[in-house]
């Protein structure tokens, strides 16, 4: 079992619509979450980094931790075509590695 | 703002042959990571250095060493190149994780290496 679950996907949804993405991981003891977004042939690029529990909003972009449930969410609102990408949830552990989700691939039709 | 450099952007060799990917982090960052992503795949840790020593190591083959320099650039070098060993390779640069325990500390991903082994 992966240390961090996530569902491939793909989504596929409208322009404007609000997407909703989720990761699940096994292990209570992680405190840092982060949200990245890659696309073809790119380096990921971090949009959300959380702390702890909670909610965390950088403008149509909002992280949700539940460490109760241990789940992570993104949502994006008012969907854009510029936001097909590659969707990748991350743990980091105490050493700083990263440990990702199979990432979910999102498509924004105009 | 100065991003995290790696080069080549792309490579092919043919197997057996050997490679070293390069790695140049965000000047002040002193944590260099390496991970390797296979086709529709998530990237995989292999290894990382803080302050030029070893801090983590992942999967990564004995086929493979890397180093950190004390300009705190990194090389990645492979050897006895296989079939699948063709992925794309990213470095990501940070401060290091002892000096924020809360912040993101500058997690950055270069534009990675697409090696093609032959």
């Known amino acids: 079992q992966k240390e961090v679950e996530q569902d491939p996907g793909p989504l596929s949804v409208p322009e404007g619509a609000i997407v909703s993405l989720n990761c699940t991981y096994s292990n209570s003891a992680f405190q840092y979450f982060m949200w990245y977004r890659q696309y073809s042939r790119k380096g990921p690029e971090l949009l959300m980094y959380?702390?702890?529990?909670g909610n965390k909003e950088d403008g149509r972009f909002t992280a949700q931790v539940d460490k109760s449930s241990k789940y992570i969410s993104l949502f994006i609102r008012d969907s854009q075509p510029s936001d097909s990408a590659t969707y990748l949830c991350?743990?980091?552990?105490?050493?700083?590695?990263?440990?990702f989700g199979q990432g979910t691939t999102l498509q924004v039709k105009p | 703002a100065a991003g995290v450099i790696q080069s080549p952007r792309h490579l092919i060799k043919e197997k057996r042959e050997t490679a070293t990917l390069k790695c140049y982090p965000i000047p002040r960052h002193d944590t260099v990571y390496w991970y390797q992503q296979g086709p529709g795949q998530d990237p995989q840790f292999l290894i990382s250095f803080y302050e030029k020593m070893q801090s983590d190591k992942g999967s990564i083959p004995d086929r493979f060493s890397a180093q950190q320099f004390s300009d705190y650039h990194s090389e990645l070098n492979m050897s006895s190149l296989e079939l699948g060993d063709s992925a794309l390779y990213f470095c990501a640069s940070s401060l290091a994780v002892v000096r924020q325990r809360k912040a993101n500390y500058g997690y950055t991903f270069g534009s990675g290496t697409r090696l093609t082994v032959v």
């Open positions: 991350a743990i980091r552990r105490n050493t700083g590695k990263l440990i």
């Open positions: 959380t702390y702890s529990s």
